[in-house]
């Protein structure tokens, strides 16, 4: 299992905030690419070409990085702060 | 170097945090202040409020980076970052940033710095309401990310 966090404007267009999947084992793009696969609505929101980061236990990802069960997901749309 | 991030909801006191800035600082002979507030006018209605969001404890994170890439750039003594979270309206104050160095050039540089990566690398996010009823989450400025090419070095680190 692993908890997926949504924030910003893709926590509105995905109507979720926090989910928890089943989870074997896979990395970023993995996941990424699992998530697309629900539809239309998923795909668009985490088109590639939307610049997004995955952060994984509290740590910022610049590469595709490894996910575990049990780890904390969380999806962030750019960024608009100061 | 002293590095102190708060995220918050309450205002901030300009000369409360600069002093505990500069008592921390040591021998520091130049402060460096921004603070950033609501703009009222950035679009054709005017703005009813503002709600700001962040990821907690990954934000914290992120700006303790970007003072220590700072800090090996320029020789900085200490950073005081205070950043509000919440709802705003028309001229609230945001955003406090202080930098403290030796010599003012080092604190004005770093001081510019972490703002620009602020603004595009710590995850805040910005949601408008206008006073005609309309809201929308604030896209990311494409400008922010140019202005980030005058800290690119031609030459490899």
């Given at each position: 299992?692993?908890?997926?966090?949504?924030?910003?404007?893709?926590?509105?267009?995905?109507?979720?905030?926090?989910?928890?999947?089943?989870?074997?084992s896979g990395d970023t793009e993995s996941l990424l690419t699992m998530l697309r696969e629900r539809g239309a609505l998923w795909a668009q929101a985490l088109a590639p070409e939307n610049i997004f980061r995955v952060v994984v236990n509290e740590e910022i990802t610049f590469s595709v990085t490894e996910i575990v069960s049990g780890d904390r997901v969380a999806l962030l749309p750019p960024v608009t702060g100061g | 170097m002293h590095v102190h991030i708060v995220i918050q909801e309450e205002?901030?006191?300009?000369?409360?945090?600069?002093?505990?800035?500069?008592?921390?600082?040591?021998?520091?002979?130049?402060?460096?202040?921004?603070?950033?507030?609501?703009?009222?006018?950035?679009?054709?209605?005017?703005?009813?409020?503002?709600?700001?969001?962040h990821f907690p404890g990954v934000t914290e994170k992120e700006i303790t980076r970007i003072i220590l890439k700072a800090k090996q750039k320029w020789d900085i003594a200490g950073c005081r970052v205070i950043h509000r979270v919440g709802a705003f309206y028309a001229d609230d104050p945001i955003v406090l940033l202080m930098v403290t160095a030796k010599h003012r050039l080092h604190a004005f540089l770093?001081?510019?710095?972490?703002?620009?990566?602020?603004?595009?690398?710590?995850?805040?996010?910005?949601?408008?309401?206008?006073?005609?009823?309309?809201?929308?989450?604030?896209a990311a400025k494409k400008s922010d990310q140019e202005i980030l090419a005058r800290w690119q070095e031609p030459d490899s680190e």
């Open positions: 299992m692993i908890t997926i966090t949504y924030f910003g404007n893709l926590k509105d267009q995905l109507q979720c905030s926090e989910e928890t999947i089943a989870w074997e | 205002l901030f006191d300009l000369k409360k945090e600069s002093d505990a800035l500069i008592k921390a600082s040591g021998d520091a002979g130049a402060l460096v202040l921004f603070q950033g507030m609501v703009r009222e006018f950035d679009q054709a209605v005017q703005l009813e409020k503002m709600m700001l969001e770093a001081a510019e710095y972490i703002m620009d990566y602020l603004k595009t690398e710590a995850p805040f996010w910005k949601k408008e309401f206008l006073q005609d009823g309309e809201n929308y989450w604030v």
